[in-house]
């Protein structure tokens, strides 16, 4: 893969199967990049595999299919290359598409009511005179925000206390779709200073319920709970009292059992939250304890599914396990779960309906496909990664363990170029750190490899999917053996010989950055590094991130001398390796200044280095950045390792780009005297 190769990336999302379990509609997003936008598009398949998917709609980005429980509709969200998502609903007979919404800051996925005559959604609704909502007030001149609370940002978003989330309900007027081009007005239902998500209607269409943080303290913990409101903002009452962290609340046929996920207890301050994995719950829906369906030990719910799917008398959703996201399908009368999809696959959405479930499955050479599973068999779809596949640039992964200093196993993946070798080696780190490397399509892997590298990842400890033991590991202790765990997994690669072992790279994103940052001032073994939005100094993080008066209490403890030898920006001046220091203008996850002054330290001392800025973009650029940003910043990170370990295979222009441009000539990096 190269990095022209992101414009033939075909992302499905999750599928919405017809209440008879004949089709299966699907968004398939696109990276543009000759334009610099995102695109995507519905698109319809039979699930019985008889015909080949199809496109369905052709707007700029329309996604979140959902079918009415009647079949006669598909509601789903689509907006144009500036505008927000809106509400849309298109007749399954037939004609065009009809927006039900026009809300400023656009709308949520849709829910359908089981009566097919209403949808709920949830929607930001911004103060008046914010965000344009007077075209006479520009950002500039808004008026001060007060804040006065720990909780007012998120990245991704900005400010969030003056656009708070709330559910709304909007009526189909009638049964003609000639009658919808004049629809309802949607109704707010909920409202407040919080924050509310997750919406779903009971069986009866009576109440709905919904996830939110209304309770004493919720400023200071990271607790959430069920709540249910009837359609008419009546009503309101709190379904769950617990320390949990729920969501994606959703209701049993009967409609006396709501079904989450959640972690099921954070702690006396409702903070805990290093390593607990989210799982399966069950609550009275009138209100009681939350009760534990599968281990939390063991089961960490890894799908991207914005709900919870309940079906055919069972549950249906994704588990980590070891790299994985296995399928598993758990009876409701309390039977033993079943395995729907194992093995080296990433179940990343689900879909059901008449008897029939939909997974997206991504696996190391494809980036999703569609499966339908029936009882006792299983059927391929779709090849949405085949405009990839066909360039024969994708190679696969290696699977392997090690072990650590103190014998614990270290699990991962060596993903190399063809040929003999030796070759350089790439050792990534991935963020989080409760989070996992593993069966799927990673565009990084693929143009580092694609490029003559060796690539090795693995998960240590303070990783995800390998129990809550292993992700617990770390709690107040992180940089320490899972530092360990990291190099020990590099030792043990490196005793194969066709990687160069004098030949190597460090470098990861976020907690990636961290522990980049970390070794970095520990060890001169690398021959250069790339130090990526990184979690550098764990004191200034307190007071700059938006997660920041929580996250590192948690992971790096309280005590000042514990916080030092764990932080990286205390052993920084012992840094010597080339370092390529890569942050996004806008990150407030891992706020800029966490990159600039690594990259101040090393600049001040003589250290090879550079900043690598990129305007407009938030933590997640690398993922979700613009097309064209995310583009550069591979051509970059091909171009700093052109420099230190220059390949056969990265010879070409991207590896002599100058420091402050892309292949296109437009200028993407800055030095010391544009940071402002």
Known sequence: MRPTDLSLLRTPGVAAVSPDGTTAVVAVSRLDLEADQYRSQLWTVPTDGSAPARPLTHGHRDSAPAFSPDGRWLAYLSAGPQGAPQLHVLATGGGAARALTDHHLGAGAPVWSPDSRRIAYVARVPEAGRYGTDPDVAPAAEAPRLITTLKYRADGVGFTSDRRPHVFVVDLPADTAEDLIEPAAPFQVTGGDVDDSDVTWSPDGAELAFVSARHEGADTDRVSDVYAVRPDGSGLRRVTDSRAAVSHPAYDPTG???????????????????????????????????????DPEDHDRGDETPATVVADGAVFLGVQRRGAVELLRVPL??????????????????????????????HDRSAGELIAITPGRRRLLTGFGAPLQATGRLHRMRETTATAPDGYPVHGWVTTPPGPGPHPVLLTVHGGPFAQ??????????????????????????????????????????????????LAFLDAALADPTLDAARVGLMGGSYGGFMTTLLLGRTDRFVAGISERGFNDPVSFVGSSDIGFFFPDEYVGTDPERIAAQSPMASAHRITTPTLVIHSEEDWRCPLEQGTRLYVELKRRGVPTEL?????????????????????????????????LPTSRNTSAVAELPAGSSAAGQPLAVQATRLS
């Open 256 to 294: 006396t059992t709501i079904y989450a996920t959640a972690v099921p207890d954070l702690g006396p301050a409702g903070r805990d939250f290093v390593g607990r994995n989210s799982t399966l719950v069950r609550v009275d829906a009138a209100g009681g304890p939350l009760v534990p369906l599968l």
């Open 333 to 362: 009368d309390g039977g033993a779960p079943e395995a729907l999809v194992d093995g080296p696959y990433t179940v990343r959405g689900i879909g059901a309906g008449g008897g029939v479930v939909v997974a997206t499955v991504a």
């Open 437 to 486: 490397y593993g069966w799927t399509l990673f565009d990084e892997t693929q143009a580092y490899v694609e490029a003559g590298y060796a690539v090795l990842m693995c998960n240590p400890r303070g990783s995800s999917g390998y129990g809550q033991a292993h992700g617990r590991a770390v709690k107040e202790h992180m940089g320490e053996k899972d530092a360990d765990d990291v």
């Open 612 to 644: 690598l800025l990129f305007p407009g973009e938030g933590h997640e650029l690398s993922r979700s950045g613009t097309p064209k940003h995310r583009r550069a910043r591979l051509e970059h990170v091909l171009r700093w390792w052109g420099r230190w």
